[in-house]
C-alpha cells in the first residue's frame, strides 16, 4: 500500500543554521501537503504542492515537490526559535498518508 | 469561533467500556476526516467522509471503531471494547471538496483517550 516516509525522525540546529527534511512516497502523489504541529498542538496547514516540479516560497520556507511526484522537501532558511515544531508531509493518492514527521528543535 | 471543535479533549477510561467522540467540522466543509495520532507518530488515517457518505475507511480500523455523520454536519467515533492499546489522540479534520486539487484539512484540537 502507499506508505510516506519522512527524514530526518529529528533535527537539532543552532538559530540561524538551516533546516531540510524529505518526504519520498512508495507511489506517485496527486498532491502532497505540509502540516506544522507545535508541541501539544495540532496540526497547522502551512502549504500544498500539486504540479511536477512545484517549488513555492513561504518567507523563509521552501517548498518542491518533485518532478515524479514521489517525493518532496521543506527547507528553512535562517531558523528561528519559533520555527520549533514537528513538520508532517502528507501525501494524497486516494487517501492522505501522513509521514512521521521531522521534529525539528531550535538553540537559541 | 468557526474552527473544527471536539468533544470531549480528555477520556480516560476502563479497558472494556465503550467511548464516543464528537467532531464539528467547519460549518461549510463537506469532507470531514477522522484520524488517530500517537506520540511521535503523524496523524494516522481513519476514515473520512463526503458529506454523510463514509467514503474511505483504512483497513487499520478495526470492528471495534464505527463512525457516523447523520446528516453531513458533525461526526461521531465510537469505540466499543476499548482496549490499552486503542489510548492514543484522536484527531478530527475538515475540508471543502471543491472539485479541484485543493484539500486543505483544518485540524480540530483533538481528543486524547487513555485507556487505563
Redesign the interface.
Known sequence: GQQVMQIPQYQHVQEGEDFTTYCNSSTTLSNIQWYKQRPGGHPVFLIQLVKSGEVKKQKRLTFQFGEAKKNSSLHITATQTTDVGTYFCAGSLNDMRFGAGTRLTVKP | DTGVSQNPRHKITKRGQNVTFRCDPISEHNRL?W?RQTL??????LT?FQNEAQL?K?RLLSDRFSAERPKGSFSTLEIQRTEQGDSAMY?C?SSLDAGG??????????TRLTVL
Open positions: 476526516y484520524y511521535g507518530q503523524g496523524p494516522e488515517f473520512y474511505e483504512s484527531l479534520a486539487h485543493t484539500d486543505t484539512q483544518y485540524f480540530g484540537p483533538g
